[in-house]
C-alpha cells in the first residue's frame, strides 16, 4: 500500500512536507503545480517550488518529491520535464485537473479533459523526454462537466506510457464538494494497466478502508486531510495513536520556525499560512478553532511566537497533570 502526499498550492509546500513525511507513513510527495506557458523555465522556478531537488529529490525524512507540471503544448511541456529530470526530480506528475479559469482559459489543467487525444500527446511528449528510469505519471479530475470522459482520459494517460495515473474523484464542475464519487473509480481501475491512486475525501483511516472497498485500488493520495490530520498516514499504515493537540501545536511551532529563517520570508505570509493551517486543523482538533480566533487578529510576529509558546506550555502542562 502506497500513500502520496497530494499537491497543494499555496498550502502544502516544501516546509509542510518535511513537517508532514518526518511524522511518517508517506512513500510520496507531489509539488504545487509549476505552471509552463511558452517556454524552458530557468532552474531556479523549479528550486523556488522544489527545494528538494538540492537534496537528492527527497524530503529531510528520505521521501521522494515529484515535481508536477502544468501546461498544455506537449513539446514545451516535454521541455520541462527534460530539464525536471536533469535538475534530479525522482518523478515528474502532470497536472490535468486544475480547476482555475485562468489556467483553463490558458489551456492548461482540467479544461485538457475535453481532449483526451491532446491528454495523451502531452502525456506521451513527457514520456518521450525522460529517461526511462524516472516515473512520469499524470493527475486527473474525472471530467470538466460530467463524467463521460474519464475512462477516455485515463486511458490516455495509461496508453501514452506513464507508470501510474492519480484521479481525483470529482469533474472540474464539482469543485471540492463532498463526497467524492469514489464509485466511478472502480471501473477505471478495473480498466488501467498501471496502478490507479485514488483521491478525494480521504480523511480518516475509516474512509481510506471504504475508498479502497468500493474503489478496488491499493493506493491512495491525502491532501486537505493530511493537512487536517498530519499523522494520517501513520494512522492508516499503522493504525497509530492520533497526535496530541499539544503535538499539534509543536508542529505549528516547527512550521513557524522555518518558514521565520526562510531568506525573504515575510511577516504577512507566515501570519497567513499558521491561520491557513488552523482553519483546516479545526476539522479534526476543537482546540483549532480557539487558536484560530485568537491568531486571526494578530499582525505581528510577536504575537504569533508568543501565542505558539504559550499554547506548547499550556498543553504540556495540561498533559502531565
Ligand atoms: C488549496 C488547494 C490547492 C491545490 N493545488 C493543487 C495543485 O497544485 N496540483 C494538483 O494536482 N492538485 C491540487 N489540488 C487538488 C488536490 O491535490 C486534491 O486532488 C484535492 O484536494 C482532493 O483531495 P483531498 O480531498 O484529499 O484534499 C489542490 C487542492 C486544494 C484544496
Known amino acids: 500500500m502506497n500513500i502520496m502526499l497530494a499537491p497543494m498550492e499555496g498550502v502544502i509546500d516544501h516546509h509542510m512536507r518535511a513537517i508532514l513525511t518526518g511524522i511518517g507513513g508517506y512513500q510520496r510527495c507531489v509539488t504545487e503545480f509549476i505552471r509552463v506557458v511558452d517556454q524552458l523555465l530557468p532552474p531556479h522556478v523549479f ?86 528510469n524516472i516515473p512520469v505519471s499524470g493527475k486527473i479530475r474525472l471530467g470538466y462537466d460530467d463524467t463521460m470522459q474519464a475512462l477516455d482520459n485515463a486511458r490516455a494517460v495509461a496508453d501514452a506510457g506513464a507508470s501510474f495515473i492519480v484521479v481525483h474523484a470529482r469533474t472540474r464542475a464539482d469543485g471540492y464538494k463532498a463526497p467524492a464519487r469514489w464509485e466511478c473509480l472502480a471501473h477505471i481501475n478495473e480498466a488501467l494497466n498501471i496502478p490507479v491512486i485514488a483521491n478525494g475525501d480521504i480523511n480518516s483511516l475509516q474512509d481510506y478502508q471504504r475508498c479502497l472497498e468500493i474503489t478496488g485500488c491499493h493506493d491512495v493520495m491525502v491532501g486537505r486531510g493530511a493537512v487536517a490530520r498530519p499523522d494520517l498516514a501513520r494512522q492508516i499504515q499503522q493504525n497509530a495513536t492520533p497526535l496530541l493537540w499539544c503535538e499539534i501545536c509543536k508542529l505549528l511551532g516547527d512550521m513557524y520556525i522555518a518558514m521565520k529563517t526562510q531568506p525573504g520570508s515575510k511577516e504577512k505570509g507566515i501570519l497567513g499560512r499558521i491561520k491557513q493551517w488552523l482553519v483546516l486543523l479545526k476539522k479534526t482538533y476543537p482546540e483549532a478553532r480557539a487558536g484560530f480566533e485568537c491568531v486571526r487578529k494578530f499582525r505581528r510576529l510577536e504575537a504569533l511566537e508568543a501565542w505558539l509558546k504559550a499554547s506548547e506550555k499550556q498543553e504540556n502542562a495540561v498533559n502531565s497533570q
Not at 69 to 97: H, K, M, S, W
Open 47 to 132: 528550486h523556488r517550488l522544489c527545494p528538494e531537488l538540492l537534496t537528492g529529490g527527497k524530503t529531510a525524512a528520505g521521501v521522494p518529491v515529484v515535481v508536477q507540471l502544468l501546461g498544455g503544448i506537449p513539446d514545451v511541456t516535454a521541455a520541462n520535464a527534460r530539464r525536471v529530470a536533469e535538475l534530479g526530480a525522482p518523478g515528474v506528475d502532470i497536472n490535468f485537473g486544475c480547476p482555475s479559469k485562468l489556467v483553463n482559459r490558458k489551456a492548461g489543467g482540467a479544461v485538457l479533459l475535453k481532449e483526451p487525444r491532446r491528454v495523451y500527446d502531452i502525456t506521451h511528449a513527457v514520456r518521450q523526454a525522460v529517461p526511462n
